[in-house]
């Protein structure tokens, strides 16, 4: 049986492992303030980081939401479609002279694409050549970029539709797309991979997408599509297997769970890969089922560093690092997220010592992570920030000011870092003091 299936599994006559409760009163989780931000009409399921003073929201009531993430003022709506909004894709700002305002580009499955000023929220452009519902959107990096659903369209900045592929490869929407180095592009429909290369005439004035190979491992559909490093990238399906592809050469180099035939009347896909990050090109993060582990992918045996098999109540939706990799946030359909990392302890061992995320996060140097003789290591529950009234849909870092996150409520909340809060009323306190000329 696969690694991952037997870490994860339990043989049926088992008792299921138990949910960890979090500890009363929450020392160590500093997200104890929070800003409900109510404008949303329906779920939220897209967040998107825009800088780090402002992010953008949108879901299911076909408007996007900028706003501040110091004040949580709403800075602009972006209304305009009439179905829910699928996908957004921040532009940045580029030297050239046309180019120089960021952009925000929106996916509808009302077969439209719009491209927003991303500083004033007006519509630029209004795209329906490609006539279809989208679900995806990648920017390359010659300023482009890809629309995928129904099919695969090419468009530039300005809105101008550069080439057009119908999705002939599978029945399924391009539910998810990832750029990988000399300008190719990955699509995932169903369990169906395609490759893409950019191809630019010599005087750069004509620009297609050619498919340059299909990638056909997967027994089930694909779920979670992950840059690891330049040379390589992951992909997670709902059966629990993860591949690990060559960008250059496009070959899978292994299998980090490789599935087994198992019981065909078992549907249950406790172990579907939802979500993956990697760190450090080194360490990747799988969201799994209830639980979550992490795989040194720079071994070739399946080396797993971490665990923690069942976290939440209900299935892991996303997962990140925050607070500069201080903790590991875990959001799940039981409308709660979670705060993983080590206990904190009186050992300063890393006073004055550049850390990297991952060493702040475990406690461990790299080689005491993956040379550990006590089995695997297990994060510490930290904290837990329970105010949604539904399904947990995304969440964004902005490092010390605080996280944010979306739901199927409707609501975005920010969850304030309470020592920040705190400085900056003792700050407002001491100003306002210094202009006051009467007696205290």
């Known amino acids: 049986m696969a690694l991952l299936q037997k870490l994860l599994s339990a043989r049926r006559e088992e008792v299921e492992e138990p949910c960890e409760e979090i500890e009363e009163g929450q020392p160590n989780n500093p997200y104890t303030e929070i800003l409900l931000l109510q404008h949303h009409t329906d779920i939220v399921r897209i967040l998107l980081r825009l800088s780090d003073k402002r992010f953008v929201s949108a879901g299911d009531d076909s408007r996007a939401i900028i706003w501040d993430i110091q004040s949580g003022q709403r800075i602009a709506v972006l209304a305009g479609h009439t179905n829910p909004i699928t996908c957004l894709l921040h532009l940045p700002a580029m030297s050239a002279e046309q180019h120089r305002r960021p952009l925000i580009v929106s996916g509808s499955s009302d077969k439209q694409i719009r491209i927003w000023d991303a500083d004033s929220g007006c519509c630029l452009h209004i795209l329906s050549d490609h006539g ?6 990648q920017m390359l990096n010659s300023g482009l970029f890809c629309a995928g659903g129904e099919n695969l369209s090419l468009w530039t900045r300005n809105g101008q539709m550069l080439h057009f592929v119908q999705n002939y490869a599978s029945d399924d929407y391009i539910n998810l797309m990832i750029a990988v180095k000399k300008e190719r592009i990955v699509t995932a429909a169903g369990k169906d991979l395609v490759a893409y290369l950019l191809n630019q005439s010599g005087d750069g004035s004509a620009c297609t997408l050619v498919e340059i190979k299909q990638m056909d491992l ?6 979670s599509l992950c840059t690891v490093s330049t040379s390589c990238f992951a992909s997670g399906s709902v059966d ?3 591949i690990i592809w060559a960008a250059s050469t496009l070959q899978a180099t292994r299998k980090l769970n490789a599935v087994t035939e198992g019981n065909p009347d078992d549907n249950r896909f406790s172990h579907s890969i939802q979500v993956m990050l990697c760190v450090q090109e080194r360490y990747l ?10 795989f040194d ?7 797993v560093v971490l665990q923690k098999r069942r976290a939440h109540l209900s299935k892991i939706t996303c997962l990140g690092l925050a607070c500069g990799g201080e903790f590991l946030v875990t959001c799940s359909e039981d409308k709660c997220l979670r705060l993983w990392g080590r206990r904190p302890s009186a050992d300063p061992w890393h006073d004055g010592v550049p850390l990297t995320p991952m060493e702040r996060f475990t406690g461990l140097s790299s080689s005491e992570l ?12 930290l904290g837990e920030c329970c105010a949604h009234g539904g399904s947990v849909q995304g969440f964004l870092d902005f490092d010390h000011e605080g996280i944010v996150s979306c739901g199927a409520d409707g609501l975005v909340i920010i969850w304030k870092n309470w020592e920040m809060q705190k400085v900056r009323r003792n700050q407002a306190v001491q100003k306002l003091l210094s202009h006051w000329d009467g007696p205290v």
């Open 240 to 242: 629990g297997m993860i």
């Open 285 to 294: 993060f799988a969201g799994t089922g209830y639980g979550f582990f992490a």
């Open 297 to 303: 992918v720079t071994t070739d045996k399946q080396k």
């Open 370 to 381: 993956i040379n550990s003789q006590s089995g695997l290591w297990e994060p510490a529950l």
């Open 132 to 137: 279809a519902s989208v679900r995806c959107l």
């Open 218 to 223: 997967h027994r089930e559909a694909i779920l």
